[in-house]
């Protein structure tokens, strides 16, 4: 059996703050961050506190999000050296989704682009 990958493991929570810190950084704003969280898995403000309050993996914060945009397949570029579009692993894609869309986020793209309008 293949290991997962460390990322897969790690608690949202964790991940979270560094998400506002790389978007408020440039200005953006945590409602941004969030705004474009829902988007993506479909969590509203309450299932998002509740993941980050619960200590749940990146890995289960993405199986147990409500519904996946039918949009996400439109998030293409690179993000860590690979291209978002080209990802063969399902979990590892939808993590550099998230990962694009906050990156788009503090490089100022504005939010009709970012949540593919």
Same mark, same amino acid.
């Given at each position: 059996?293949?290991?997962?990958?460390?990322?897969?493991?790690?608690?949202?929570?964790?991940?979270?703050?560094?998400?506002?810190?790389?978007?408020?950084?440039?200005?953006?704003?945590?409602?941004?961050?969030?705004?474009?969280?829902?988007? +993506?898995?479909?969590?509203?403000?309450?299932?998002?506190?509740?993941? +980050?309050?619960?200590?749940?993996?990146?890995?289960?914060?993405?199986?147990?999000?409500?519904r996946m945009n039918p949009?996400?397949?439109?998030?293409?570029?690179?993000?860590?050296?690979?291209?978002?579009?080209?990802?063969?692993?399902?979990?590892?894609?939808?993590?550099?989704?998230?990962?694009? +869309?906050?990156?788009?986020?503090?490089?100022?793209?504005?939010?009709?682009?970012?949540?593919?309008?």
């Amino acid at each position: 059996m293949e290991k997962k990958p460390h990322i897969f493991a790690m608690p949202f929570g964790d991940i979270y703050p560094m998400y506002l810190a790389k978007a408020e950084k440039k200005g953006r704003t945590e409602a941004e961050v969030d705004e474009v969280i829902f988007w +993506l898995t479909g969590y509203d403000a309450d299932g998002l506190k509740k993941q +980050l309050d619960s200590g749940t993996s990146l890995e289960a914060f993405f199986e147990e999000a409500p519904r996946m945009n039918p949009n996400a397949s439109l998030i293409t570029g690179s993000i860590c050296g690979y291209r978002v579009e080209e990802i063969e692993d399902p979990m590892m894609q939808k993590i550099r989704w998230l990962d694009k +869309l906050v990156d788009e986020l503090a490089k100022g793209k504005g939010m009709e682009k970012i949540l593919r309008k």
